[in-house]
C-alpha cells in the first residue's frame, strides 16, 4: 500500500508560482513512475505531467509546457510539480497518482495509487 499527500497549493496571483510537493509512503518510492493531474470545477481530469521510475524521463501536458517542472527525489520518496507564470486557467485540485505498471499520464486509467488533492488559484 502506498499513501500519497499533497501539499502546496494555495492562492496566487497571475504570473505568480508554486511548488506542490506529493510525500509517498508504505513501498519503496522508485519503483512507482508518478504523475500529477488536475480537475477544474466542471470539467474532467486532465493530465499535467509525469517522471518516469529510474530514468526520470519527463513528460507534459501541452497547456503547462515550458512553465511546469516536474521533478522527484527518492532520498525524501517526494515528487514536485514548480508552477511558474501560473494562469487563471490553471485554477484546479491538483493529485497525484503512483502506479508501478504504466506511467501515469491518460486519464483514462486508474492508478494503483492517488492523492486526496490540493487546490490552487490563481486570481487574475
Known amino acids: 500500500q502506498v499513501q500519497l499527500v499533497e501539499s502546496g497549493g494555495g492562492l496566487v496571483q497571475t504570473g505568480g508560482s508554486l511548488r506542490l510537493s506529493c510525500a509517498a509512503s508504505?513501498?519503496?518510492?522508485?519503483?512507482?513512475?508518478m504523475g500529477w493531474f488536475r480537475q477544474a470545477p466542471g470539467k474532467g481530469p486532465e493530465f499535467v505531467a509525469a517522471?518516469?521510475?529510474?530514468?526520470?524521463?519527463?513528460y507534459y501536458a501541452d497547456s503547462v509546457k515550458g512553465r511546469f517542472t516536474i521533478s522527484r527525489d527518492s532520498a525524501k520518496d517526494t515528487v514536485y510539480l514548480q508552477m511558474n507564470s501560473l494562469k487563471p486557467e490553471d485554477t484546479a485540485v491538483y493529485y497525484c497518482?503512483?502506479?508501478?505498471?504504466?506511467?501515469?499520464?491518460?486519464?483514462?486509467?486508474?492508478?494503483?495509487?492517488r492523492g486526496q488533492g490540493t487546490q490552487v488559484t490563481v486570481s487574475s
Open positions: 497518482a503512483a502506479d508501478s505498471r504504466r506511467l501515469p499520464i491518460a486519464t483514462r486509467y486508474d492508478y494503483e495509487y
Open positions: 508504505g513501498r519503496t518510492f522508485s519503483d512507482y513512475a
Open positions: 517522471i518516469t521510475r529510474y530514468d526520470l524521463k519527463t
